[in-house]
């Protein structure tokens, strides 16, 4: 090893998970700390964000940054993390694709204060009083950040150079992230720009399941609580939406492991456009494929109805990055 390398961790519009991740290494954090000084984790230790304007231009030599863009100090820290580092890798889903708070998308930022500080069954809020980004008090001004009218992900505001997807991501690719980190301080070598740091194909290649998958049409759709899972048999061979075939693999199929199915969490695989459109197109033949007499009786949409939440449900993780988001407008 020449020198140590210089990391930044930031998280941004973030539920604290992906941080979780990187400490869930436990002694393998060490790895890390043998190649690099942390010189910037707020969550985790006593950085302030004014310590990053105090760094010279690229001299932080990797960030990772997790977590969604809705605010304008999203923005912002995206932007200062983007000038003071070398490389910019995009950390967990929210980052990569907008993840879960992106499925905030489906409404804007109206719909967002109307349902968190008006519309649910525990607010009261006579007076419609709604966050500003000013408020005056008796001690002075009270400044807020910014909220934008849609999430967006970090590559949708700054360049970014490497993607490592999951919700979190996980042990196996943390560390794979990691490997190439210690390549980048020990001989300066990096993978090529845009590189997704997963598999390339869909998790159906690595499941476990997929020697029970057949081609038959899908007549029932039911929820994992409504029957009893078989641990053996590929989920939609028994009637329960699972996005393996629409989503990257190298996650290690741990949700299929504990008889969950997969929801998407690593994004949609090589040479997929759009994770959700690629779903939606698939369940709508998956249940017409040769059931003509279905049309006829008008039944054709049956099984498609009983999909709880279709939208949320495809687009678990990827709204922002979608094709249906494009008509929203970007940052604003
Ligand atoms: S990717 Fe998942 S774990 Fe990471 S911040 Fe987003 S919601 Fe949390
Ligand atoms: S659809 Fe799901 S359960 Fe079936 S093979 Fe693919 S990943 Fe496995």
């Known amino acids: 090893m020449k020198n140590k390398i210089k990391i930044a961790i930031n998280w941004a ?13 436990e002694e393998k954090v060490f790895d890390i700390t043998s190649i690099a000084d942390i010189v910037y984790w707020p969550v985790a230790m ?9 760094y010279d231009d690229k001299s932080i030599d990797i960030t990772l940054f997790n977590g969604m863009i809705r605010t ?11 000038k003071k580092s070398k490389v910019m ?17 489906f409404t804007d930022k109206k719909g ?10 525990s607010s009261f809020n006579p007076d419609n009083i709604f966050p500003e980004i000013n408020v005056k008090k008796k001690s002075g001004t009270l400044t807020l950040p910014s909220f934008q009218n ?3 992900t970090l590559d949708q505001v700054v360049d970014v150079d490497y993607f490592v997807p999951g919700c979190p991501p996980t042990y196996d690719i943390i560390l794979k992230a990691v490997t190439i980190i210690a390549g980048y301080a020990d001989n300066g070598d990096l993978p090529k720009k845009g590189t997704i740091i997963a598999g390339k194909n869909a998790l159906c290649s690595e499941c476990r399941r997929n020697n029970s998958m057949t081609s ?20 939609l061979e028994q009637g329960i939406i699972c996005m393996g075939p629409f989503t990257r693999s190298g996650c290690g199929s741990t949700c299929i492991d504990a008889n969950m199915p997969c929801r998407g969490c690593f994004g949609p695989a090589e040479n997929q456009y759009d994770q959700g459109t690629e779903a939606m197109s698939t369940f709508g033949s998956a249940v017409t494929t040769g059931q003509d007499d279905y049309i006829v009786r008008g039944e054709m949409l049956r099984p498609v109805n ?3 939440d279709p939208l949320g449900t495809f687009y678990r993780f990827s709204l922002p990055n979608a094709i249906i988001n494009k008509n929203m407008k970007d940052g604003k």
Do not use: W
Not at 73 to 78: F, G, I, Q, R, S
């Open 72 to 82: 304008s100090e999203h923005k912002e820290d995206a932007q200062l993390l983007r």
């Open 112 to 121: 967002v204060f109307d349902c968190s500080y008006k519309d649910t069954a």
């Open 306 to 308: 009983s999909i709880k």
């Open 46 to 54: 006593d950085f302030k964000r004014k310590d990053l304007f105090d």
């Open 13 to 25: 519009g973030a539920c604290g998970g992906c941080d979780v991740a990187i400490l869930d290494l």
């Open 89 to 105: 890798i995009a950390f967990g889903s929210c980052a990569c694709f907008g993840g879960i708070p992106g499925m905030a998308n």
């Open 216 to 235: 038959k049409v899908i007549e029932k759709i039911v929820r994992p609580h409504e029957k009893m899972i078989d641990p053996d048999i590929c989920f």
């Open 150 to 152: 849609h999430v967006n």
